[in-house]
């Protein structure tokens, strides 16, 4: 039923290829834009970095249909996919403006907001990725169920996750008894439901009624097609590191580069401060011998001067004798004078 010579666009390589859970379901997005061939509106809610989004937008324009696109996100994320910046918009802006902006609009805002921008009967292809719990699931899609169109489909992804209060493989266990469905358990799980009334009447509708043996052979081409985009993106993320290592290897021998050129300049320098040191070790050896030698001369001097002035001191008292000896002779002359008058 999917054969790939008949249905090429399973194929084709995406555009736009981000780490997500979603990845292992493009090839199926690029079948059902073939089978479906959407020609009214194609609208996402929730749409994040753009994996299944820009996936359908490709397949659109490969096939050149004349689909309209709009992706519903305020971008900000929530109690599931965690909250985040701008910078997963940006990001998005960047790849997706340039290759389908022609034909495809994001429209930043609430699930509730958007809606009111929407004409009943003009959504033929309706993919729902929001909040997971079971209430918000339910009323996200009971709230754009009148904006489908009669060749309707119903996309829901996460329906294989049965954690972390994820209520949407409840409701599309519900939606199951009430409509048509198909379900891919890989990659999260995708439930595809048949909204539109007019699509027993086109080729889509064979996904439907596929048996048991056709379901899981269906099943199993989709997952191994789906595993060869991962297995690529894969190769690619470490392509990319290998890149970057690379480029990182380059970037530490330049700095080891540098740092030898900035190492040598030191030694130079170092070379050239213990010359200083040594001379001025040197100088100093030298300085305490003159230091010594001039403590040895003063030590001498003070040696002599005390030396001399002991002997000064001697004179002195020499002197001082013989003077008083002399005036004592002076004395008794003048005493004999004045008693011979």
Known sequence: MFDLTTYRAAAAKPSLLKPSTWIGHIPFAFALVQLHRPAGLFVELGAYSGTSYCAVCQAIEQQNLPAKCFAVDTWAGDEHSGFYGNEIYEELCRNHDPLYGSFSTLLRMSFDEAVLQFEDSSIDLLHIDGCHYYESVKQDFETWLP????RGIVLLHDTNIMERDF???RFFQELSSTYPVFEFTHSCGLGVIAVGPELRNEPAWRL???????TALIRDLFRELGDSIAVRLDGDIKSVSLNALENEIIRLNNEIVDYKIQIAALKHHIAFLEDQISNRDTALVQNDERISQLNDELHKALLADQHNNARLGELINELDHTLKKKLERLGRK????EWLK
Not at 208 to 214: G, M, N, S, T, V
Not at 334 to 337: D, H, K, N, Q, T
């Open 147 to 150: 904006k489908m169109s009669s």
């Open 167 to 169: 209520g949407i493989w």
């Open 208 to 214: 439907f009624e596929a048996d048991e043996r056709e």
């Open 334 to 337: 003048i005493r004999g004078a």
